[in-house]
Each structure stands twice: as C-alpha cells, then as structure tokens.
C-alpha cells in the first residue's frame, strides 16, 4: 500500500484556505496513487480555534464544510484522514474523519488531551473514553465516532492522535490496537515546534512502529497556524523500527506531502537498535523556523511588512536578520515570483519588474536576460532569473527592502557603535533606514515633570525614571512610521529581559509582535555569532563584539546589561531551574551550589534574590507583552506556556530562608 502524509499550513476558520489545502493534497496523492492519506490534526478548522470550539456553530459549520472534503475524494482506492470537532451534547471531541469514495466510514476520536506546556486542550476538548463507540447524526446522515478500526485493501487501521502516542505505554492507544489485529497506526498531529524537538518525535514513531510491530504513519501541521505556535510540518512513516520516510521540515509550501510503500504481505524483522538522527543543528532549526513564523504572520495579518527600532544591540539585530532570511529562505524555496505573490506585500507592478529585471523599482535597470540552465535560482518559477550567488543576494536585499523599514532614535546617551551597528546591517540585509534624535522630546517631557514637581530631576536620584522615558518617547515615532506604512511593528524583548522585567513597558516593548521573546539572551548573542559567519551576515560583526547595553544612562557610566542583573547565562539557569524544572529558591541555590566549583555562595544568593525579586514584580509586564513564537521547549507567555500571579508575596519567606 501507497502511504502518504501531508503537513498543511493552515489557519484557524480561514474555511477558504484550509480546504484549499486540504483539496489540493488529497488530488496530489491522487496523482501520486496513494492508497492512504493523512492529514493533519483538526487541519478542517485550524487547531488554534481556542474557545471557539466550545462553541456549537464551528462543529456544525465544519461538518458542513466536510462535505465539500468528500466531494474531492473521488478515487475508490484511496482512504483519507481528516481531522474535525465534532461536538455532541455539549461536548466537543478532536477527531479523525476517514473518507473513501466520498463516503465516510466513521470518525476515530482522541482519547487523551494535552494540558502541558503550551497545550491547554482539557478547556475545549473531551477525551473519548477506550473501547466506547456510539452514533451520531448530521445532515440526514447517521456516523459511527469513538474507538474505532478500519479496513482498507485489507489492511487494518487504527488512530493515535498526537497526544495519545506520548502517553505512557499502558496508557496509549496502540497497545490496544495492537491487540484488535491494527497493521497500520495513524496519527494526526498538530505537535508544536521547539528547537531539537523534532529528535524526540522521531524516537517516539520508530520506537512505537518497532514495539508494536506495525507500520506507522506521522503527519503533522506545518508554519504560523494562529500567531504563536509554529508547526515544523513533520511526516514520518516508519514500520518495525525502520525508517522508511522524512521529510525536509519548515517548508514554506500550504502542502507539502510525502509518501513510501509498505508490502503488508511481507513481515520483515523488527529492528532492534533504532537509527539516531544527526545532532539537530538548533540555531538552524531556530532560523527556519523564526523566518517561517514571521513570514506566515505577515501574511496572514495582510500587512504590508515590518518596522523596527534598531537600536544595533543584538536583540533588534536578530530581529532584522530574521526578516533577511524569511526572504532568503521563502525565495530560495519558492521562486522569486511564488515568493512575492505568497507574500503579499508587493504590487503587481514590483512582481513584474522583479521577475523580468531581477530587481525592484529604485535599483539600476537592467535588460532581461535569456533563459540558461546554469545557475538558475532554485524553484524560480521564470526563465530569465538565474547566474551568481552575488545577483541573487542583491535581489535578496531589494525584496526584503519592500519589507523591513528600520531606524536608528539616538539620544545623547548613544553611542557611535551602536549606530554603525545598526546601519552596517541595514546596508548588509538591504532594509530601508532611518536615523533621528529624540533629545528633544525627552527634554520636553522632563522639563513639564520638572515644571510640576518644582524640581530638577537627576541622575542621583531619578535614575529609573531618566532611563525609562527614553525608552518610552521613542515608541509614537516609531508606530507612526509602521501605521504610515500600514505594517506590523516588531518589538525586540527576549526572555531574559522578560523574566526580570528588564525592559520599558509602552517604550521599547511596543510592537504587534515581539518574536524573539521566546530565546534567552545568551542563545540571542551565541546565535548572532554563528549567523555572521554561516548565512554570511558580515554586518553583524560590530554587534558580535559590543556588551550587551540599554545606552540609557550617560555614556561615562559604561552601563551593561550583566551589571543592571547578573550574567546572562547565570540568569538563564536560575530562570529554567525555577521555572522548568519548578524548584524552590533554596533548591536553586542548593543547585547552583552544586554546579559552580569555587562559586561565591554569597554573591549567588543575592542573585537569586535579585532574580526572584524581580521576577514577582514583572508579571504585569509580562502579561502585557506583544504575542511571542514559540521557539524553545519552553517560554514565559502567560498565554501559551507559564502562568503566575500578577499579585504575590514575591517569595518573601522563601528568600528570607535563604
């Protein structure tokens, strides 16, 4: 039998797009003679519908919309899996319509629910309990939905939808389906991506195809679905232990769809020692997949680009190179004219002259060239475009000049580093920009506090209020510019920042989306090291060798970042022992302890205190930012991942312990 999988991208209610996807998938396995096809979790409705499933309209529009699904399956050799809600008495219950011949044969329900880390499924979903299968009405029609099996071509299948197969054996459906004589083991997933995350995955399908001894079939979302979460787009089929298909992840495709064949008739031995994927590179990982979430959410918001304050420290410096890659990697992918199109940001006119001159308007004009083979731009999609390495990244940069605008707002506190930091990038990844003063306006509104305060404020004693109202005039010039251009502003904050509070709220955390939110500022700095060198980012070099500074206060106090806190990576360990690993602050310090030869006992506990301290204080800030992207295996965004009190004791006994 033909097995394939398709990862869509999809987006939640976008009705249009997703059976378009949906649609255009089954008619590519159509071609390709695929004699089972799945597809995503929930990919009718989008997964990140939220309380919208709790709602009795989306469950009735969807089954109305699956309809139309049918319609498209025309070929009576070919089953598809198509996740759907289907919500029953109240209760709405994640599963998996199988169609064949535009019949469907039932649909196999989930029987566990993800309630960890960014999954919050128990608020929307009710699990379907083992071995329970019952009919349901709609449309005229009666369906069989539960714990259910399914025969094609006399192959026996059966379901674990994502959350079931990460259970714990005696607890996971395939134990039981095993059992009833299943074959084949489908599971459509809408599994988050997190960088290395994809190692862990792989382990649990081979290791589930080898001690079941079936065949397994893996599909996954694929990009930005709904604003935080980004899907790598995963298919994986494996059988006995063996790998027998992967796919290249975090495409920019709506469809990508990959298929093996697997003889049922031939039991072939069960591998014992399990093939280990090469080390995951993660900062590729995280520049697929950041490009990817920024790309999908230009898009999908129907904006027209991004603007961003870039100040030259490492932070907006990531955030620019990865607006640079999202071109790159999109063209590179797609084709310079798919890019544009896909994209969204660019007139017919500008499509045009790209694809016929290799350049935008404002660039020097150049004749057409004449189709050749050699060198062409990989998936471009018109003859003329080709040749060297040198042409493509200078159309690189006028593509990506439609959709990054930067500027540089000094203040007399601002150093020439940081300037020609800002501007070497600017240049490097071809961005529009800017570059002004805002002493002017810090000066206003110091003097109208000074006026009503009756005295001069100081350094000595305003220092907060001096370094915050920096930050805080440079943010309604910048919107302005992003509301002229009708694009989204980028915030820069990473998670470093976001654990202690070490930011401006209405200053430098304004924005519509702040991506980076999710990496720890020592991974931001490592990062920006190997981006220079392995994607040829030579503009990075001057931030590569600058300590990471606010530049808010005068520039003969030499402020950093680390003197403000702490060091970053010592930071960053005290955040995840806290907050991933969940301990007390005496076991953190006990841990600490444990892992630093000749540490400072003393200085340490006042870097847990400062940490805690700070970290109590700042919930308001961190409910309050610009949404986040996923990355890591964890975050601090209240909505997707790590919820606390805005209000608390702020660890008083604990560190007092201490």
């Known amino acids: 039998m033909r097995l394939a999988g398709a990862a869509l991208n999809q987006t939640p209610i976008d009705w249009e797009n997703n059976l378009r996807t949906i649609c255009e998938a089954i008619q590519q396995a159509k071609d390709a003679q695929v004699e089972l096809l799945c597809l995503p979790e929930l990919c009718l409705t989008g997964y990140g519908c939220e309380d919208l499933f709790l709602h009795d309209w989306l469950s009735e529009t969807a089954l109305q919309h699956l309809q139309t699904v049918r319609q498209c399956c025309t070929d009576p050799n070919m089953v598809v899996c198509v996740g759907v809600p289907v919500r029953l008495d109240g209760r709405t219950y994640n599963t998996a319509c199988v169609i064949r011949n535009q019949q469907i044969l039932g649909f196999a329900a989930k029987q566990w629910l993800a309630n960890d880390g960014v999954h919050y499924e128990p608020r929307f979903f009710t699990s379907w309990k083992a071995g329970n299968v019952q009919e349901f009405d709609f449309g005229g029609e009666t369906y069989l939905i539960g714990d259910l099996t399914f025969e094609h071509q006399g192959v026996t299948f059966g379901f674990e939808i994502c959350e079931d197969a990460w259970r714990p054996a005696q607890d996971r459906p395939a134990g039981r389906l095993k059992a009833r004589g299943v074959q084949l083991i489908v599971n459509p997933s809408a599994s988050h991506f997190a960088m290395s995350k994809t190692d862990v995955r792989y382990q649990l399908v081979l290791k589930a195809s080898r001690d079941y001894q079936v065949t397994y079939l893996y599909a996954n979302l694929l990009g930005n679905e709904a604003g935080r979460i980004t899907y790598d787009g995963e298919i994986l089929i494996a059988r006995n232990g063996e790998l027998l298909k992967r796919n290249q992840l975090l495409s920019y495709k709506d469809v990508d769809l990959e298929f093996a064949d697997v003889d049922f008739s031939q039991e072939p031995p069960v591998t014992e020692h399990i093939t280990p994927l090469p080390t995951p590179d993660e900062y590729r990982e995280l520049n697929q997949a950041l490009s990817l979430a920024l790309f999908d959410y230009l898009r999908k918001a129907r904006s027209k680009g991004f603007v ?61 060239r004449k189709e050749t083979d050699a060198g062409r731009v990989q998936g471009a999609s018109h003859p003329g475009l080709q040749t060297t390495g040198n042409e493509r990244r200078t159309l690189n940069q006028q593509l990506t000049r439609r959709l990054l605008t930067c500027a540089y707002q000094g203040t007399v506190n601002s150093s020439d580093d940081t300037y020609l930091s800002a501007k070497e990038l600017a240049d490097d990844t071809g961005a ?48 302005m510019l992003a509301n002229v251009l009708n694009c989204l502003l980028i915030t820069t904050s990473n998670r470093s920042e976001a654990a202690v509070g070490y930011c401006t709220m209405d200053g430098d955390t304004a924005g519509s989306i702040s991506p980076i939110a999710g990496v720890d500022k020592a991974f931001v700095k490592q990062w920006l090291v190997w981006a220079e060198a392995e994607l040829n980012y030579p503009g990075l070099h001057r931030v590569n060798n600058l300590q990471p500074t606010a530049e808010l206060r005068p520039l003969e106090d030499k402020q950093t970042d680390e003197r403000d806190l702490m060091p970053y990576p010592l930071l960053n360990r005290i955040e995840r022992l806290a907050f991933y690993e969940r301990l007390s602050p005496q076991q953190v310090l006990a841990r600490l302890e444990g892992e630093l030869e000749d540490a400072d006992v003393e200085q340490l506990k006042v870097y847990v205190k400062r940490f805690y301290s700070l970290w109590s204080r700042n919930q308001w800030k961190r409910e309050r930012y610009a949404p986040s992207f996923h990355l890591d295996d964890y975050n601090l965004d209240p909505r997707s991942w790590l919820r606390f009190p805005i209000l608390s004791g702020g660890f008083a006994a604990e560190l007092g312990a201490l």
């Open 432 to 479: 529009v920009f800017f570059s002004w003063d805002i002493d002017q306006e810090v000066k206003g509104y110091t003097g109208k506090i000074e006026h009503a305060l009756g005295r001069e404020l100081s350094w000595k004693t305003d220092d907060l209020t001096l370094q915050n109202i920096q930050a805080r005039v440079r943010a309604p010039s910048i919107w």
């Open 308 to 368: 961003l304050s870039l100040s030259g420290g490492a932070d907006s410096c990531m955030c620019a190179v990865g607006v640079a890659e999202l071109v790159r990697l999109g063209v590179l992918e797609l084709g310079v004219e798919g890019f544009m199109r896909k994209a969204g940001a660019y007139t017919e006119d500008e499509i045009r002259f790209a694809v016929d001159y290799q350049q935008l308007p404002g660039g020097p004009v150049q004749e057409p």
